[in-house]
């Protein structure tokens, strides 16, 4: 079991950063692959980013490769994502899921998921 908790998100200009953070509980947190996917109003929840377990691998969506950054502080049982350039269709409520595999963008495959967190972004 592990419980995810998002932070980070907010009310930013267009061009701006943020960074969310999602902190797991539990001791096994390097047993898990982590991902982020968002959810605009009216749309269905897509991907956004995925790290293995050991951070030795990550994936995107197109939309966020350049843009967006994913990393994990197994000390921390912290996972990050660093958002540049944001744009106004980045605006979405942003969740953490957890994996025990490696499903990368399929959201099937992440049994563990956060309450999500706002980011808006204004043009």
């Known amino acids: 079991q592990v419980q995810l908790v998002e932070s980070g998100g907010g009310l930013v200009q267009a061009g701006g950063s943020l960074r969310l953070s999602c902190a797991a509980s539990?001791?096994?947190?390097?047993?898990?692959?982590m991902g982020w996917f968002r959810q605009a109003p009216g749309k269905e929840r897509e991907f956004v980013a995925a790290?293995?377990?050991?951070?030795?691998?990550?994936y995107y969506t197109d939309s966020a490769k350049g843009r967006f950054t994913i990393s994990k502080d197994t000390a921390k049982g912290t996972v990050y994502l660093q958002m540049n350039s944001l744009k106004p269709e980045d605006t979405a409520i942003y969740y953490c899921?957890?994996?025990?595999?490696?499903?990368?963008?399929?959201?099937?495959?992440?049994?563990?998921w956060g309450q999500g967190t706002q980011v808006t972004v204004s043009s």
């Open positions: 899921a957890a994996a025990t595999g490696w499903p990368r963008e399929s959201p099937s495959g992440y049994g563990y």
């Open positions: 790290i293995s377990n050991n951070g030795g691998s990550t």
């Open positions: 539990g001791r096994t947190f390097n047993r898990y692959g």
